[in-house]
């Protein structure tokens, strides 16, 4: 831009002095002559331009009138700034859409692409708005090599697209070795803008946004009120603002789990987290311990299976690098380019979408939590060399020990790493109708849940890998072999394996009851027993949710007239209840004087969160002609398993037998069930159950 004071015919002498030049030489350059005032016009009514003269610095001329022009760009821009940066935002959010990610694409447009150079005049912009915390850190590092890239770009005479034929050209220009290192250095730059980005315009909408505007006098006028808007969401870790933090008594030095609670606490609730937290992280010495815990495992896989908002969170984690410091071996494929015309990502992001796909796919199969894994290490062999299947299957047999997963449970994650193109390349290229195909299948796989589970994955890698692969034709053919599949094995219904409990009622009156809570390795045991009567299950699921304690799992099955039940729980915060406190609030429910519904009815009224994306599956059968066994897949959450237990109380049946196993954020809860009369209920009476937890379970 040319600036001057007000003589036009001269200053346009003066551009066409400028410009030609430039142009001639092969420079491409926008241009336009403007006074300050013309300048001041632009601005209130173009977004796009307005961001540029924030910028505007001076190189040759009158300095002075540059910083007028500065003063008053500056001054317009807060003035407008409400109006202005909700516009400014739909361009950004359409310029996303349009062309995509820098560090996604294996031809970025170094300038327009989301985590480009653009991004950084806007974190600026929104800086200079003055009601904006822009992150710091090492991002403008990142923001001088892709200028650099750029000026390697214009060297060679192209534009700001990095072509594939450009890269190594541009590589050699840089100093680096090849093409693939070139373009994962970009894409690292990329994704730390974009995540500068993310938390900018995060902050930015507490404050733009028409419904803060509202509140914002109040807002202000609270920021004395010290922890006022602090929600505490797990164990030392709160919600404070829109964003996650610890809580004041919290240690990650003193808590190996607490960063991982924070991962699954973010991403559950749809916040964004701290940028000091997560670099205080990243400085500190803090190890995790190997293997992990149960309850380092489970927060893991709550992140992976959280609904609303795990590419955030994971996106914010890897700007610190942090999941290559918890798996080693996710550093190898961490922005690691695909040259492959069906792959839409680089490698981790696929595994990453693989996760968020297998989320749909859940509820198909028994263990959720292995589904989610093997979603993220199946292609963790990748540029390495040899058959990346196989090299996964190897990594995963170090990996899975190491997160906390038995013998078994290691053996199937490394059998779905190997096998992991086998289900599609047989029902795409084999003839379905030869039962030697298909026991070829279930021997590679083994059983019938590694099968299911084989299926659920293939489905999820190639619902991740790109549009040529997101076929329904592909899935049939899959669903076809999976069911050609359970023929062979037999479709063996699963039961519950019988436990001796019979130690919790020995000395016990038949109208005692009995309550014990002890301290576990990963949370807290309690062992309850009482005369058996319809809704006693319901009854101290729904105490334990007021309670704050979360049910890692549970068994439940009747001894003579009574119950007896076993859980293992960990407080979401803070300490657990009193045993005489449980006990208390047993006994009020039983007698009548406290309705468990009622109270729990208003503090699930008071989750802002909406309910879960994917529907509960609910499957009924019979196992006798005494015996229904009742199974539901379902999101986790506060009195999900009160609720059911209810349902099943309300329609007069009664619980045997239960089996609760919380992974992750997925609950699989198995009951046996009679009626009244000590039979299987009715085919009616099984259909009318299934209906209403079906209802009350996505209401």
Not at 44 to 59: N, P, Q
Not at 71 to 87: D, F, G, T, Y
Not at 112 to 131: D, N, P, S
Not at 622 to 633: A, I, K, Y
């Amino acid at each position: 831009m040319l600036l001057h004071s007000g003589s036009e015919p001269v200053a346009e002498d003066v551009a066409q002095l400028l410009w030609y030049p430039l142009w001639d030489s092969g420079i491409g350059l926008d241009h336009s002559v403007r006074t300050i005032k013309q300048a001041q016009d632009v601005a209130k009514t173009d977004a796009k331009a307005l961001t540029g003269l924030l910028d505007a610095r001076s190189i040759a001329g009158n300095d002075e009138l540059c910083a007028e022009l500065r003063a008053a760009i500056h001054s317009e821009w807060r003035a407008s700034a409400k109006k202005l940066v909700p516009e400014l935002r739909n361009l950004v959010t359409d310029r996303r859409n349009n062309l995509g990610e820098v560090y996604q694409l294996i031809e970025p447009d170094m300038k327009e692409a989301y985590g480009g150079l653009r991004e950084a005049g806007i974190v600026r912009a929104l800086k200079a708005t003055q009601l904006v915390d822009v992150p710091h850190g090492a991002w403008e590092n990142d923001l001088a090599f892709l200028l650099d890239v750029r000026c390697a770009l214009h060297t060679l005479g192209t534009k700001d697209k990095l072509r594939l034929q450009d890269q190594q050209a541009v590589a050699e220009l840089m100093g680096i070795s090849t093409a693939q290192e070139l373009l994962r250095e970009v894409y690292l730059a990329g994704r730390s803008l974009a995540y500068v980005s993310d938390v900018s315009w995060n902050r930015a909408m507490q404050v733009f946004s028409p419904k803060s505007q509202e509140s914002l006098v109040g807002r202000f006028r609270s920021r004395g009120q010290r922890g006022s808007d602090r929600t505490p969401l797990a164990q030392g870790v709160v919600a404070a603002g829109d964003e996650v933090a610890l809580a004041r008594d919290a240690s990650l030095k003193d808590d190996p789990g607490l960063i991982f609670r924070v991962a699954a606490a973010a991403a559950e609730n749809g916040y964004s987290i701290s940028p000091a937290l997560l670099e205080s992280y990243s400085n500190s010495q803090v190890s995790v311990p190997v293997p992990w815990t149960r309850e380092i495992r489970e927060s893991f896989v709550a992140l992976l299976g959280s609904e609303r908002s795990m590419l955030q969170t994971w996106e914010a984690f890897e700007n610190y690098n942090i999941f290559s410091r918890w798996i080693p071996q996710w550093e190898f494929v961490r922005s690691l380019p695909q040259f492959n015309p069906l792959h839409e990502f680089t490698v981790d992001r696929h595994l990453v979408e693989c996760c968020m796909r297998g989320q749909d796919l859940v509820r198909s199969v028994d263990r959720p939590d292995l589904l989610l894994v093997a979603c993220l290490l199946h292609d963790i062999g990748k540029g390495r060399g040899g058959d990346h299947s196989l090299i996964g299957a190897e990594l995963t047999r170090e990996i899975a020990p190491n997160l906390g997963f038995d013998a078994d449970d290691t053996s199937t994650l490394a059998t779905l790493v190997e096998h992991h193109l086998l289900m599609a390349d047989i029902a795409t290229k084999r003839d379905l109708d030869d039962p030697v195909v298909i026991e070829q299948l279930c021997r590679a796989v083994g059983s019938l849940r590694n099968l299911e589970l084989l299926h659920a994955l293939t489905i999820a890698d190639s619902r991740a890998t790109g549009a040529s692969l997101r076929s329904k034709w592909r899935e049939n053919l899959m669903g076809d072999a999976l069911r050609r599949g359970r023929a062979y094995f037999g479709n063996v219904p699963r039961v519950i394996d019988p436990v001796d409990s019979s130690w919790m009622t020995s000395g016990l009156s038949p109208e005692e009851i009995h309550l014990s809570i002890n301290p576990e390795s990963d949370g807290f045991a309690i062992h309850f027993t009482a005369p058996d009567q319809k809704g006693l299950l319901a009854s101290f699921a729904g105490v334990l949710a007021l309670n704050r304690l979360q049910v890692r799992a549970a068994r439940v099955e009747n001894i003579g007239p009574r119950a007896v039940q076993t859980w293992y729980v960990r407080p979401l915060f803070g300490e657990p209840p009193s045993q005489a406190k449980l006990m208390t609030d047993v006994q009020r429910v039983l007698n009548g004087t406290f309705d468990v519904s009622e109270q729990l009815a208003r503090s699930q009224g008071s989750d802002k969160r909406g309910g879960p994306r994917i529907a509960p599956e609910i499957e009924i059968h019979e196992v006798s002609d005494t015996q229904t066994v009742l199974e539901v897949r379902a999101h986790d959450r506060k009195g999900l398993l009160f609720d059911i237990t209810a349902v099943i109380a309300e329609r007069g049946l009664m619980i045997t037998g239960s089996k609760i196993s919380t992974l992750g954020v997925d609950a699989v809860d198995v009951f046996f069930l009679r009626d009244s009369s000590g039979n299987s209920p009715s085919e009616e009476e099984q259909r009318d159950l299934v209906h209403e937890l079906r209802r009350r379970l996505t209401a």
